[in-house]
Nanobody, 123 residues
C-alpha cells in the first residue's frame, strides 16, 4: 500500500489542523494505521493509532484529549484532527500502516509510510 499525508501548515497556538492520509494500491481496511511525528533533533514518536474497523483508538499521553483519529475505509482515507495545538506539537507528521495490532507505539513495527507533512505551531 502507498500512503500520502497532507494537511500540514502553519497555525497559531490554540488553533486546529486536520491531517489526511490517502491510501492507494491496497484497501486501507487491511491495516491498522497510525500517525507518528518527528521534531528536529528528536526521535520519531507515536501520536495515535486506529484499528482496522475504527472501533479502537490509542493516543500518546501528550495528545490525549486534544487529537482525534478517524478513518473512512470506503474512501481509503485516514485523518488526524488536531485541536488546541501547542508549539511543542511542531513536527513532521507521518502516517503509517501495519498488519499487526501489537506494539503500536513502536515505529519499527510499521511496514508502510507516507512522506510526511509539516505542522508548525507558532506561539
Amino acid at each position: 500500500v502507498q500512503l500520502q499525508a497532507s494537511g500540514g501548515g502553519l497555525v497559531q497556538a490554540g488553533g486546529s489542523l486536520r491531517l489526511s492520509c490517502a491510501a492507494s494500491g491496497r484497501p486501507l481496511s487491511s491495516y491498522v494505521v497510525a500517525w507518528f511525528r518527528q521534531a528536529p533533533g528528536k526521535e520519531r514518536e507515536f501520536v495515535a493509532a486506529i484499528s482496522w474497523s475504527g472501533g479502537s483508538t490509542w493516543f500518546a499521553d501528550s495528545v490525549q484529549g486534544r487529537f482525534t483519529i478517524s478513518r473512512d475505509n470506503a474512501k481509503n482515507l485516514m485523518y488526524l484532527q488536531m485541536n488546541s495545538l501547542k508549539p511543542e506539537d511542531t513536527a513532521l507528521y507521518y502516517c503509517a500502516a501495519t498488519s499487526s495490532q501489537m506494539f503500536l507505539g513502536d515505529w519499527q513495527r510499521y511496514d508502510y509510510w507516507g512522506q510526511g507533512t509539516l505542522v508548525t505551531v507558532s506561539s
